[in-house]
């Protein structure tokens, strides 16, 4: 089984900072991961699909990288709304997702 | 604009079937392009990909290794909707369930609400 490493899984951060999370795979996945956002009692929402493509009505702030095995998302310039969990997952073969990293205000 | 609601009993006794339905509003579960899936969400296994169905001429189900022997996904096309059952439950799976759209890249781009269910006597 293909496994996923997110770090850090917590990040405190302040509105217009420039935040990364990276996600590593175990094995190469090609280009299939994708980043989600969930915010508390809330489904989680696709932020960018394929290592890069933004998501229809996703904000530019948001934006994906990376190749084969190692992939990052970065938020150019937090917002207040941006306060959440971020969730990598790979789905190139039995879809797996990472553990997570919560996001909060500094 | 596509929508899905998640419905099905909150509460399921320890060794008994877990069963919930998708309803969906705004695209066909015989699609030809994307798949349907579930998803589960606790404490301690975080997100949990469970399995998809999905119509390429023909149906196909693909299971997560984890539930395999335990779990059927079915489409239901005179009501547009797809289930998920679940056998012989255990506490550990309690979770709040997921159903979604699969789209590029395998991508979840539509989601339900969560739906809560409890394992428990």
């Known amino acids: 089984d293909i496994q996923m490493t997110q770090s850090p899984s917590s990040l405190s951060a302040s509105v217009g900072d420039r935040v990364t999370i990276t996600c590593r795979a175990s094995q190469s996945i090609n280009s299939y991961l994708n980043w989600y956002q969930q915010k508390p009692g809330k489904a989680p929402e696709l932020l960018i699909y394929a290592v890069s493509s933004l998501q229809s009505g996703v904000p530019s702030r948001f934006s994906g990288s990376g190749s084969g095995t190692d992939f990052t998302l970065t938020i150019s310039s937090l917002q207040p709304e941006d306060f959440a969990t971020y969730y990598c997952?790979?789905?190139?073969?039995?879809?797996?997702f990472g553990q997570g990293t919560r996001l909060d205000i500094k | 604009q596509v929508q899905l609601q998640p419905s099905g009993p909150e509460l399921v006794k320890p060794s008994q079937t877990l069963s919930l339905t998708c309803a969906i509003s705004g695209d066909s579960v015989s699609s030809n392009i994307g798949a349907w899936i579930w998803i589960r969400q606790s404490p301690s296994r975080g997100l949990e990909w469970l399995g998809r169905t999905y119509y390429r001429s023909k149906w196909y189900n693909e299971y997560a290794i984890s539930v395999k022997s335990r779990i059927t996904i079915n489409p239901d096309t005179s009501k547009n909707q797809f289930s998920l059952q679940l056998k012989s439950v255990t506490p550990e799976d309690t979770a709040v369930y997921f159903c979604g759209r699969e789209g590029l890249a395998a991508a979840v781009d539509v989601w339900g609400q969560g739906a809560l269910v409890t394992v428990s006597s």
């Open positions: 997952q790979q789905s190139y073969s039995n879809p797996l």
